[in-house]
């Protein structure tokens, strides 16, 4: 029996020894070019653009969706567009922003409609290849909960490590790369493209989550607290995915007027038509981001007026 055991570790021992090797391996050539490295010169946008600052957090809707130097010139404020990815988590976005806020900030909050039906330390991918591709000291925003969400997505990670295309002979993307982003912030590589064909999302499934408004109010307090303030509007979105969730839609901003979050826009206002999108229900074209950018303006300026 003892030797049956002996054997079977024997046998076994390469699996735990390939999932530690594989966690240990680098990023690869292919991961570093990635659009989930442009969080390391984000957070050094953070650090380092001087008061008075404008500052976004959200998904995609934002770095596909603004034009920061219009909204620098017309706002008088320096512009910082965290936004990377949705599926990094709002929860994550927001632990991650919170410690570089300073006095006088002004930070506008625009999740996708999914996040308010999602649960907030739920994992992904995108999360886990934030710790152990960008950098592992973001695992410090990161709850047992969360942690424990992304250890599915490990195994196939790990995988990719001893994969030949991860190191030679890959291309990086022209849109979702490190390198499709403007010094504000905003992708700006797709601006002159056609648009490309999609489909509009189907109905948006599940519960919504008032934990999420709850998270959004402390946030608000914190902001507060170091003498910053807080925005929350509502995202871009295809006019066909709108209808498709309109009741989840409308839920979504019910409540977040109930609420005790300063609220700027209507979910209806920011209803695109095909015309504005680029190649998903949440990215904008070039025309599409004058749009918006203009309409974001207006808000913020009405909501500056109405604290005067």
């Known amino acids: 029996m003892k030797k049956f055991i002996l054997k079977t570790l024997v046998f076994l021992s390469p699996i735990p020894l390939a ?34 600052r404008i500052i976004f957090v959200g998904g995609s809707n934002l770095c596909f969706g603004l034009d920061s130097k219009t909204i620098k010139d017309s706002l008088k404020l320096n512009p910082i567009n965290t936004a990377i990815h949705a599926m990094i988590g709002v929860k994550y976005m927001i632990d991650n922003t919170i410690g ?25 991918e995108e999360l886990m290849r934030t710790i152990f591709d960008v950098d592992f000291m973001n695992i410090k925003h990161l709850n047992l909960p969360q942690l424990s ?29 490190v390198n499709s982003f403007n010094k ?3 992708t700006y590589t797709h601006l002159e493209k056609e648009q490309e064909h999609f489909e509009p999302y189907s109905t948006i499934s599940g519960e919504f989550n008032d934990d999420v408004v709850r998270y959004f109010e402390k946030f608000q307090i914190e902001l507060n607290k170091k003498g910053a303030s807080l925005y929350v509007s509502f995202p871009c ?12 839609i409308r839920k979504v901003q019910k409540e977040l007027r109930k609420s005790k979050l300063q609220i700027i826009g209507s979910a209806e206002k920011y209803k695109m038509s095909d015309s504005l999108l680029y190649n998903t229900p949440y990215h904008l074209n070039k025309k599409g981001i004058e749009y918006r950018t203009m309409m974001m303006i207006k808000d913020i300026k009405q909501a500056q007026n109405n604290k005067k």
């Open 19 to 52: 999932f530690i090797l594989g966690i240990l391996i680098p990023t690869t050539p292919r991961a570093s070019k990635s659009l989930l490295m442009a969080s390391i010169g984000k957070n050094s946008l953070l650090q380092n653009t001087p008061s008075p």
């Open 100 to 124: 570089y806020i300073r006095k006088g900030d002004i930070v506008i909050l625009v999740p996708e409609y999914g996040h308010y039906y999602r649960g907030l330390d739920a994992g992904s």
């Open 149 to 177: 969400n992304i250890v599915p997505f490990l195994p196939k990670y790990i995988l990719t490590k001893f994969k030949i295309s991860e190191y030679h002979n890959f291309k990086d993307s022209d849109i979702y790369s």
């Open 184 to 186: 504000y912030g905003d």
């Open 237 to 248: 979105y295809q006019e066909a995915s709108y209808n498709n969730s309109i009741i989840q």
